[in-house]
C-alpha cells in the first residue's frame, strides 16, 4: 500500500482545510479530533507522510513519540485525567480510517466509557476551548 498525499491529514499539514492546532514543530502538528471519543480527544501526526505505522521510518517516530508524549501529558493535566489512553490503528481491518500516520490520545476517568470511532461531529467552539485548554496545559 502506498502513500497518498490527497488525505486529509496532509490537506490540513499544507493548510488547505482547517483544524484546532493545540501544538507544532519542525516534525509534527498536533490537533483536535473533530468526532472526540471523549473530551480532549486529539491527534498527532508527523509531517513527513507515511500510510501508518508499518511504512514510516524511524526517524519519523523519534520526534513523533516526543510529541505524543509532550501532548498526552498536556491533555491529562488539562482534563484533570486519571489516566489516558493512546490508540493507533493500522489498514482498514483494523479501523484506520485516515491514511497518514496518526495517534489518537484520550484522556480518560475511572469508568469512563468511550464514544464511538468516527462517531458525531463535535461543536467547533468546543473544540477551540478544548483545544485552548490543552495548550495552555504544554
Ligand atoms: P483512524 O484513521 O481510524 O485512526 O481515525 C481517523 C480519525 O480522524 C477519526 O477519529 C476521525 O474522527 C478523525 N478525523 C477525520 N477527519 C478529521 C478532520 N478533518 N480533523 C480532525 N480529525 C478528523
Given at each position: 500500500m502506498t502513500y497518498d498525499a490527497n488525505n486529509i491529514f496532509a490537506k490540513i499539514l499544507r493548510g488547505e482545510i482547517p483544524s484546532h492546532k493545540i501544538y507544532e514543530d519542525e516534525h509534527t502538528l498536533a490537533f483536535m479530533d473533530?468526532?472526540?471519543?471523549?473530551?480532549?480527544h486529539c491527534l498527532v501526526v508527523p509531517k513527513v507522510g507515511s500510510r501508518?505505522?508499518?511504512?514510516?521510518?524511524l526517524s519519523t517516530l523519534t520526534p513523533l513519540m516526543a510529541t505524543v508524549q509532550k501532548v498526552a501529558r498536556a491533555a491529562k493535566a488539562a482534563f484533570k485525567a486519571d489516566g489516558l489512553q493512546i490508540r493507533q490503528y493500522n489498514e482498514p481491518a483494523a479501523g484506520?480510517?485516515?491514511f497518514h500516520l496518526h495517534f489518537h490520545i484520550m484522556p480518560m476517568n475511572e469508568g469512563q466509557a468511550l464514544r464511538g470511532h468516527s462517531g458525531k461531529m463535535a461543536d467547533h467552539g468546543v473544540l477551540a476551548k478544548h483545544a485552548e485548554m490543552i495548550r495552555k496545559s504544554l
Open positions: 473533530v468526532m472526540p471519543q471523549v473530551d480532549g501508518n505505522l508499518l511504512d514510516a521510518e484506520q480510517t485516515v
